[in-house]
């Protein structure tokens, strides 16, 4: 089955330790997205990508890093600088740029003590 | 920024009656989507609307867009208890032609009591 995958489900770091979180689709999309939901919020975008070894920065996209070296790719790094890493994050893809529905992984709960 | 504000925050109702939610947004929009989430998982899809329709239909699903007012809403028929989930609209902005991802509301948390 086409879909995309985020792993780890569920994440625990220490305070001012990089993570990566994974995110991969077998879908043959082009564009992929992460965002970010915090409880009772709504999604934010953090960084997207249209094509491979191209990426462009969300609306918080300060502290986290992204490289699409694949097609199918799209990992996210939440670096030490990100103040309040703690969070539900969503992976996402898209057939194209012109975008018509957003398909998602199933989400990493990152949580930093 | 957030572009979509659903309405109301949190809705609860019996199983067979009829949910409506409402979204508002700023600016001018290429379409307007709606997601479910269930708890602790991804967003699906459920029904997609361009600027230049008015309504909608998707089995139990009904939504209005009325570009004038800046708003949608959501009809969900007859519903049932697996329809207990978060509701969002999500746009797309004409200026930036959809290729710089959606702009998310707040969501309507929905439970159907048995």
């Known amino acids: 089955d086409g879909g995309i995958t985020q792993s780890p489900k569920y994440l625990f770091r220490k305070e001012g330790q990089n993570v990566t979180l994974s995110c991969e689709q077998n879908l043959n999309h082009d564009a992929m997205y992460w965002y970010r939901q915090d409880p009772g919020q709504g999604l934010r975008l953090i960084y997207y990508s249209q094509i491979v070894n191209d990426f462009q920065k969300g609306d918080i996209a300060e502290g986290y890093s992204v490289s699409r070296e694949k097609k199918e790719s799209f990992p996210l790094t939440v670096t030490s600088a990100q103040k309040n890493p703690t969070a539900f994050y969503l992976c996402a893809s898209s057939i194209g740029t012109n975008l018509f529905s957003l398909h998602f992984g199933n989400g990493t709960r990152l949580t930093v003590t | 920024s957030q572009q979509g504000e659903e309405d109301p925050q949190a809705l609860s109702i019996q199983e067979g009656e009829n949910a409506t939610m409402n979204c508002s947004y700023k600016t001018s929009i290429n379409n307007l989507q709606w997601y479910r989430q269930n708890s602790g998982r991804g967003l699906v899809h459920l029904i997609l609307?361009?600027?230049?329709?008015r309504e909608k239909h998707s089995g139990r699903l009904r939504v209005t867009l009325d570009t004038s007012k800046k708003s949608s809403s959501l009809l969900i028929t007859a519903s049932r208890a697996a329809d207990t989930a978060s509701y969002f609209c999500a746009t797309d902005a004409l200026a930036g032609g959809g290729a710089d991802g959606l702009t998310f509301g707040k969501g309507t948390h929905l439970i159907i009591q048995p």
């Open positions: 609307i361009r600027s230049n329709e």
